[in-house]
């Protein structure tokens, strides 16, 4: 077994339903955590609307690609699109990272090339492993990022 983290991000529609679902493809059978939600600026540049982020944890025996599948498997069920780079999506999931796994493919890079400077994701990943996510690269990181509460709490 090994422990692997995904990030989630959303800002269209029922953005907790879609957090939800995401979470129940992507955890599969696995054992699970999930960080607190929280509410981000979008990053990118596009005029959008903020987005709700969370950090998934599972124990697992799948491959990377498998893991891949299923994040991939997740945004579908969401019809997600991608119509405009870092534009408003229904569902975004990234594998961030895999316990004493490096992966270097056309479709997957892990850890994720971008993780350490995004505060939506190293905040939320914080919760779940701070042996992970030192108090310094916080600092770098950048964006505003405000807890909203768990899951099960928003509507």
Request: with cysteine; aromatic share 10%; hydrophobic share 45%.
């Amino acid at each position: 077994m090994t422990r692997a983290y995904f990030s989630f991000g959303t800002n269209l529609g029922d953005r907790a339903d879609y957090l939800r679902r995401g979470v129940t493809i992507v955890a599969a059978a696995d054992p699970w955590r999930l960080s607190a939600v929280y509410e981000t600026d979008p990053v990118g540049g596009v005029a959008q609307d903020d987005f709700w982020n969370c950090v998934l944890e599972i124990e697992t025996v799948a491959s990377p690609d498998e893991l891949f599948a299923r994040l991939v498997d997740a945004e579908t069920a969401a019809d997600r699109r991608r119509d405009v780079r870092w534009g408003p999506r229904t569902l975004d999931v990234d594998l961030i990272w895999i316990d004493d796994v490096s992966v270097e493919s056309e479709h997957l890079v892990v850890p994720h090339p971008r993780v350490w400077e995004r505060r939506f994701v190293l905040v939320p990943w914080a919760e779940l492993r701070p042996d992970l996510v030192s108090d310094e690269a916080l600092t770098r990181a950048s964006g505003e990022v405000r807890r909203l509460g768990t899951l099960s709490e928003l509507h």
